[in-house]
Structures are given as structure tokens and as C-alpha cells.
């Protein structure tokens, strides 16, 4: 049955918290163990609904993954049954998409959906057939699905056309296993990438240069299993940080990795959010007024897309008229009306940029999570909202943060979760 929280707004947040695995980094190393048929362990790997519809899509294919500990899982593949999973599976996250490229480097075929997930706009998956195809592979279409096969693929040199990390690891998984040298050229460069290919690597695969512009891949002639442990969530540690500006809080965020966020921390202390690096992570404090700013969204290493919805939350609640610049996605804005509802000034102009005029004082009311990041930044609003507040749709909520709201009322927030009876 539907679930949502209601929000007491008004309780500074103070104490410690632990940031989990990164679920973009988690996605592609789940896929990526399709690539062995020798067991691969994970280590981080959060417990969240993007993990287990992913788990979901591998039983299909014939693979299996296992929880073996807290946060720690192991998938096997030494045999795979099926390789064009169900639709209705793949559309509940646009990561699923990733079994393409490691089924067609294992095994020289694979067939699925384009992939689906957060509404927030057109995410074509043009790189990522236009890889396949230099690297050998014939393209099709069976209905509403892609087809690649090959008798196995050759290295080649591949211009990707945007940056994208879907598209850029999907190839890399391809990539290993062919015959030849890869160079991938504009590859996306997110810590994730860097994840992926550190795992590949620790498979027996010869990736170089992965989280750069340039990535160059040796194909080898097989994959082994491995234990691996999955980066931290850098955008989990950047609401928690936010989270603590906004309520005049101060939080310990154990587990972050300063090194991926250089972004996200230099736009908080602009704004006003006490930041330090810690030997354990990072220190948030909301200790003084905030001011307003502008920011705009740009892939890694620029400000994430991710974080523009958590940041339009704070910015509410800054002195001045702030400017926030959505460079990726055309509908990230979606989350606009739902802050409009709780008494943020904020207004859209051409559907990619927002002017957020502050500080106003939020008000608690009915709002819907629209997806990962807007659930955040409606929660996040909620906390600084006098009042209560009841977040509807959180199932968005449960496919990107782990234990979200118990991790918040550790922090002191008032939150309870409800079953929606009506």
C-alpha cells in the first residue's frame, strides 16, 4: 500500500550520521558482475528499491544476488537463461539499461527497453547504441525494445557525443571483453566511472584512465569474480549537509568522501553552510545567515544535477534572489510547484532555470516527492517549515536514500511514515 511521512518542521538536527553506498555506483557494479561467470562480492551496497528491482532483472536473465551481510551482497552468473528482460522491470530505473552492455561483451547478445525511472527528462540512449554499433555490433528493434548482437565485438576508438555515464560505463562493460584496444573520448567522468572501472579492474580487466575525459580499454579474453567495496553517496552526504544549514544544525556526516563533492561544498560555504573536512568525512554547520547565489548544473566535475533540487530547498531560505541553472536535464524543475506550495518564492522562466527569491518563511502542507532528488528537496523544506508537513509519493524517496527519515530523526527531525488508507 502507498506510504508517506509527515514532516514536523522546526527541530534543529544535531549528531552524527553514516553515509551509505552510493546507488549510482552500486547500479553499474551489480551489472557489471553479469560480466564474470565467477561470483563477485559487494561491499556498500545500499538497501534501497533501485538495488532490488536491479536484483530483479538479473534473476530474469538467470543470474542470482544474494544478501550475505548488511549492505553486502554477492551475484552469480556462471550461466545466464534469458537476455532481454521484462519491460515492466526495466522501466523502473534508467540503470537497468547497464545489463545491455555487459551481456553483449559476455556473450554478444542482449536486447531491453530504453530505460525509464526519474520523470525529469529526455535521456536518449543514442550514446550507447552508437557505441555498441563501432564496437561490431548490428542494432535492431523488436518492438519496443533494443537488440545488439555480434560474434564478439572490436576495440575501436568511439567519440561519445554528450558525457553520459550510462552511456559511458555501459561501454566500458562492452569494451573489456572485446577483441583489441578502446579508446572511449568525452567520456563522462563521475566518481562512479571511476568506481566501475576500479571493479573492472579487479575483475582482470585492463581499463585505464576511468573518471577522465579519455578512457582506454584492453580487451581481455575473461573476467574473474572479486570482493569490491562500493564509493560512498555523495549526494546522500550533500542533503545531510543541507540539511544541517537549513535547520541551524550541526551534523557529522561519517563516511563522505570530500574528494568527490569539491562542487557541492564550495556552494555550500558561498551560501553560508559552515563546511570542514573531516579524517571520517564531513563537518555541516548552520551556525550563521544565508545568502543567496547562483549555481548551475553541469556534469562532474560541475555542480551535480542531483543536487539542484536539495540546493533550491536551501536557497529559500537565503537572503536575496538566487539563480539556479538546470544544464542536463529539461524537466529537473518539477519540483518547483511543490516548494510554491510550502511558500517558497521561487518561479520558473524557459523550464531549466529557477529564480528563488528569500528568505521566506515555509509553511507546512500536503506535497508529492516526484522523484528522488525533488523528494528530498520537499523534505528537506519540510524540516525549515513551521508546522506539519505530509509527503506523498515517498516511494521515490525509498529508491534513492537509504532509511532516509530514520537517519533524519536520529538527527532529531519529528518524521513518521504512514500507510495511505485513502
Excluded at 102 to 126: E, H, M, N, T, Y
Aim: proline fraction near 5%; glycine fraction near 10%; charge should be negative.
Amino acid at each position: 500500500m502507498p506510504e508517506r511521512i509527515r514532516v514536523e518542521g522546526g527541530h534543529r538536527l544535531k549528531g552524527t550520521v553514516l553515509v551509505g553506498g552510493a546507488k549510482n555506483a552500486a547500479l553499474p557494479c551489480v551489472a557489471a558482475a553479469l560480466l564474470s561467470p565467477e561470483p563477485v562480492t559487494l561491499h556498500n551496497v545500499p538497501e534501497i528499491a533501485d538495488i532490488e528491482t536491479m536484483f530483479a532483472v538479473l534473476e530474469f536473465l538467470g543470474a542470482s544476488a544474494e544478501r550475505v551481510a548488511a549492505n553486502s551482497i554477492t551475484v552469480k552468473a556462471p550461466e545466464i537463461t534469458g537476455f532481454s528482460p521484462p519491460t515492466d522491470l526495466v522501466v523502473k530505473n534508467r540503470a537497468n539499461f547497464l545489463i545491455m552492455g555487459a551481456l553483449l561483451g559476455r556473450f554478444g547478445k542482449a536486447a531491453c527497453s530504453p530505460p525509464g525511472g526519474d520523470v525529469i527528462g529526455q535521456r536518449p540512449v543514442d550514446v550507447h547504441l552508437a557505441g555498441f554499433s563501432a564496437l561490431g555490433a548490428t542494432i535492431g528493434r523488436e518492438g519496443e525494445k533494443f537488440t545488439a548482437q555480434t560474434d564478439r565485438l572490436t576495440g575501436t576508438r568511439i567519440f561519445l557525443d554528450y558525457p553520459s555515464w550510462l552511456g559511458t560505463e555501459n561501454l566500458m562493460m562492452a569494451a573489456c571483453l572485446a577483441r583489441g584496444h578502446t579508446t572511449l573520448v568525452n567520456a563522462a567522468c563521475e566518481p562512479e566511472v571511476e568506481c566501475l572501472g576500479n571493479l573492472l579492474n579487479a575483475m582482470g580487466a585492463r581499463v585505464r584512465g576511468a573518471g577522465q575525459p579519455v578512457i582506454e580499454i584492453d580487451g581481455v579474453e575473461e573476467l574473474h569474480g572479486t570482493e569490491f567495496t562500493v564509493i560512498p553517496d555523495r549526494f546522500e552526504a550533500g542533503t545531510f549537509a543541507i540539511a544541517a544549514g537549513l535547520t541551524g544544525g550541526d551534523v557529522l556526516i561519517q563516511g563522505a568522501a570530500p574528494r568527490h563533492m569539491d562542487a557541492v561544498i564550495a556552494k555550500l560555504r558561498e551560501i553560508g553552510v559552515l563546511v570542514e573536512e573531516t579524517e571520517s568525512g564531513l563537518h555541516a554547520r548552520g551556525e550563521q545567515d544565508l545568502s543567496a547565489a547562483s549555481l548551475q548544473a553541469f556534469p562532474y566535475p560541475g555542480m551535480p544535477t542531483d543536487m539542484q533540487p536539495p540546493f533550491a530547498a536551501l536557497l529559500t531560505q537565503a537572503s536575496g534572489v538566487s539563480y539556479i541553472h538546470e544544464r542536463v536535464f529539461e524537466n529537473r524543475m518539477l519540483y518547483v510547484a511543490e516548494l510554491r506550495k510550502l511558500g517558497a518564492e521561487i518561479i520558473t522562466t524557459g523550464g531549466t532555470t529557477a529564480i528563488v527569491t528569500g528568505a521566506t518563511q515555509l509553511v507546512g502542507t500536503q506535497v508529492r516527492a516526484l522523484d528522488i532528488r525533488a523528494g528530498a528537496a520537499v523534505v528537506l523544506a519540510a524540516l525549515a517549515a513551521t508546522g506539519y508537513t505530509e509527503v506523498r509519493d515517498i516511494y521515490h524517496l525509498d529508491r534513492g536514500y537509504e532509511r532516509f527519515e530514520e537517519k533524519l530523526t536520529s538527527l532529531g527531525a519529528v518524521i513518521e511514515r504512514e500507510i495511505v488508507v485513502s
